[in-house]
């Protein structure tokens, strides 16, 4: 599959949890998030069996990941692997590239969600 995508014509904007909004891109094997986040936004403790890498574009987030807390700015990459417990806190409003190997099916499924 080789396409370009115009995500702000494209593609809806999705709430995939309250205070994160964001334009889903999937492909045969990841998903691809690029997602806004409120201050103040809490992720709880969660985990999922999709690998993920959450790039910092914007702002300020507090991540805890396996146990170990930091907060990411600007071009800082947090690395998940699969199944490890995750949370995170929105320091400032922020801007994040998330992407998940394999495809989330669950944000899929809220994509095509008429």
Do not use: W
Not at 2 to 28: R, W
Not at 71 to 80: F, L, N, S, T
């Amino acid at each position: 599959m080789s396409t370009f995508i115009d995500k702000n014509k494209d593609l809806k904007l999705i709430e995939v949890f309250p205070g994160i909004t964001g334009h889903l891109v999937h492909t045969e094997a990841c998903t691809i998030g690029d997602f806004y986040l409120k201050a103040g936004t809490e992720l709880p403790v969660h985990q999922h069996p999709h690998e993920q890498t959450s790039t910092i574009l914007e702002g300020d987030f507090e991540f805890t990941v396996d146990g170990t807390k930091r907060i990411c700015r600007a071009g800082d990459v947090a690395v998940m692997g699969s199944n490890v417990p995750h949370s995170g806190i929105a320091l400032t409003d922020c801007r994040i590239i998330d992407v998940f190997h394999p495809v989330r099916e669950d944000y899929r499924a809220l994509a095509t969600k008429k």
